[in-house]
Nanobody, 126 residues
Framework: VQLQASGGGLVQTGGSLRLSCAASGRTFSNYVIGWFRQAPGKEREFVAAISRGGIASYYADSVKGRFTISRDNAKNTVYLQMNSLKPEDTAVYYC????????????????????WGQGTLVTVSS
């Protein structure tokens, strides 16, 4: 499956952005979709994941209550709504697809994702 992330940009502290991850190729609903981010000089870290049917989701503690992941399988798209943004949210955001059959909590790690998008830059100014 091919993934294309979009929606990044420059926003002030406290602002909002919505990222999109559009998929093509294999059956989108067969995959758990995760969002990860990588800040300059830091390792890539997990942000959020959503189950194949969109019923269940799991978040990193750092974004819980501020970010919401959702998906529209009819449109082959996953969204990440980001509210109350902070400067520490500045990073390149990547979406990824996993075919692994496991809990979302267990999928909060990069090696379990088969496919990755190219990333979209989010910059939060203070």
């Amino acid at each position: 499956v091919q993934l294309q992330a979009s929606g990044g940009g420059l926003v002030q502290t406290g602002g909002s952005l919505r990222l999109s991850c559009a998929a093509s190729g294999r059956t989108f609903s067969n995959y758990v979709i995760g969002w990860f981010r990588q800040a300059p000089g830091k390792e890539r870290e997990f942000v959020a994941a959503i189950s194949r049917g969109g019923i269940a989701s799991y978040y990193a503690d750092s974004v819980k209550g501020r970010f919401t992941i959702s998906r529209d399988n009819a449109k082959n798209t996953v969204y990440l709504q980001m509210n109350s943004l902070k400067p520490e949210d500045t990073a390149v955001y990547y979406c990824a697809a996993s075919s692994v059959d496991s809990s979302l909590r267990a999928l909060a790690t990069t090696p379990l994702y088969n496919y990755w998008g190219q990333g979209t830059l989010v910059t939060v100014s203070s």
